[in-house]
């Protein structure tokens, strides 16, 4: 009699049964000791409603952002691509989180593990899509300060497909642990922070985005060091050329702060991850905590569009028209309401120079011909915008 040999199916396919296995998240949560955590024994506490707030804002602003870019045709240009997804991202970030929100505490117990992967996979993705947004958005600018002569149709294709990469490498990360990188039936892989995702993922992400933290940092350190070398090479060719100083300090405080705030937002939480990777089951009692280290990750989200539309001076425009048509405000006050709400204040890095800034090709070149010291300023004034 010939013995019949079949080939064991796909992990994912052996799990599947499991997902919807209703023991599985108080089993895991239980062995990760997050089930003493009074969060899960009564309604939505405090912090809860606090973030829900933050999650709200989060929404409104970036779609007041979305609306203000989509109203106006000038800013439906290849270079707004980037920013319109980072909105997006960050927009449905706030959601994600929000729904996440929502489904915690007591409703978590009462989740499949497809349904507790979906819900974690929500807020992955979208936060994902936000970090790798910064990430497209300074190659882009790395891109435009070491090719200067750009044809348009040449721009708008890649930054379709960076639009594109971004959303499929976090869509491809999101997946991993819904197709089988996760520790359903083995308890002393799982993580405290996530006790249904494997630590060897955690930590797979850990890495994924700190270097991509590092990339933001080396990139941007190359576009302030190029510019001020264009700048001071400029400055010795030619005499009587306007000192750009104050424009490089500008610049410098752009970087600065997107740097900074996405450093400040999104270390604490990757500190955390790292402890998390490291610390024995039940050991580390901030772990814990962790939903206060990712409400400081989802600020991020919040003041994404103050930093990377509010300095831009068209953009901000367009954004107050808005409000005024929203808040039925007559158009003709903009002039001084926008005096007394200190907005001139957050111009930083806009200048004359912001619609030469906005051009591609010849009018952006660092030719020696007509025009190089306003060549440099533009540079400048792109770099920081």
Known sequence: MESVSMESPPHWVQLYPEYHNDN?????????????NSKYKGRLQVNAIVFLVVC?????ENLVVLLAIWRNKKFHAPMYYLLGNLTLSDLLAGVAYAANIVLSGPSTLRLTPLQWFLREAGVFVTLAASVLSLFAIAVERHITMVRVRLYHGDKKRRMLLLVGATWVASFA????????WNCLGCLPECS???????KHYVLFCIVVFLVILLSIVVLYARIYCMVKFNGQRLGRLYKGVPKTSKRYMSLLRTVTTVVGTFIACWLPLFLLLLLDVACQNQAC???????????????????NPVIYTLTNKDLRRAIFRLLCCLLAVAPGAEG???????LPVLEGSTSKSDHSSHQEGPNANLSVRNGAPAASEALVSKAAA
């Open 192 to 198: 405290t922070v996530l006790p249904l995702y494997s």
């Open 285 to 303: 009692g901030v772990l814990y905590k962790a939903d206060y280290f990712l409400g400081l990750a989802m600020i991020n989200s919040l003041l």
């Open 336 to 342: 001084s309401r926008a005096k007394r709400f200190g």
């Open 56 to 60: 709200a804002f989060t929404v409104a």
């Open 173 to 180: 990360l999101g997946a991993l642990p819904l197709l089988g």
């Open 24 to 36: 599985i998240i108080p089993l895991h949560y239980n062995y990760t000791g997050k089930l003493y």
